[in-house]
């Protein structure tokens, strides 16, 4: 069971390299950030966005051209260390290490700990970047314009719109669903762990 505990933490580490979260419309990604970005505050813009929001909405769709016609496509904001995504991988090595030490009891409730704890942290860096993204579209800047804005013209959204357009990816669907998992085993563990404690030793023939 401890060996499926840190298979769960490693693939949990690996998908850190996959997309955590996107900046979605009409189905099509105009930017992504994977683990790794997430921690950077940084995105990674689609340049295909254009042509593929064309191609749904027949040659109409093309929001990255300017009034001059030209094609642009503007980088993403830096949206500071996340402080959340940080901690998260952090906590899955931690606790990767700690499935190595000690007696199989103690390493299942510190394999529970830190998988829940690291969960809870993923769900914290993507809420901490939707949070971020909002307060950098609502950021007053009278003299920007929309194609300033990597994301569109969101500044005459509300806040509720925009966060639609923030979604979750397969990266952070495998982290919180690895772990989970890894919490889960841990928790058989202590349970199998208590009943032997609890099981009466056979009392020898008199």
């Known amino acids: ?3 499926f505990i840190r298979i769960a933490k490693i693939v949990a580490l690996l998908a850190f390299v996959l ?7 009409q189905g099509v990604d105009l930017a992504t950030a994977s683990g790794v970005e997430l921690i950077q505050g940084t995105m990674t813009t689609n340049p295909q966005a254009s ?3 064309a191609g749904r909405f027949g040659g109409m769709g093309d929001l990255s051209v300017t009034d001059s016609g030209a094609q642009d496509t503007p980088d993403t ?3 500071g260390l996340n402080y959340f995504a ?7 090595v931690v606790g990767l290490a700690l499935t190595f030490i000690g007696a199989a009891k103690t390493a299942a409730r510190n394999a529970v700990v830190t998988s ?4 809870a942290l993923a769900f914290g860096a993507v809420w901490q970047f939707k949070e971020s993204v ?13 194609t300033d804005n990597p994301f569109g013209d969101m500044d005459g959204m509300g806040q509720d719109i925009i966060g639609s357009l923030l979604q979750e990816r397969i990266g952070y669907w495998i982290v919180l669903g690895a772990l989970l998992a890894a919490a889960g085993a841990g928790g058989l563990m202590l349970a199998g762990a208590g009943s032997a404690a609890a099981r009466p030793t056979d009392t020898p023939a008199g």
């Open 86 to 92: 940080l901690a998260t991988a952090l906590v899955i």
């Open 77 to 79: 904001p830096d949206l």
């Open 51 to 53: 042509e593929q929001m």
């Open 116 to 119: 829940l704890l690291g969960a």
């Open 19 to 25: 997309p955590w979260v996107a900046v979605s419309c």
């Open 1 to 3: 069971m401890l060996n």
């Open 134 to 146: 909002k307060a950098e579209s609502a950021r007053e800047n009278p003299q920007a314009s929309a």
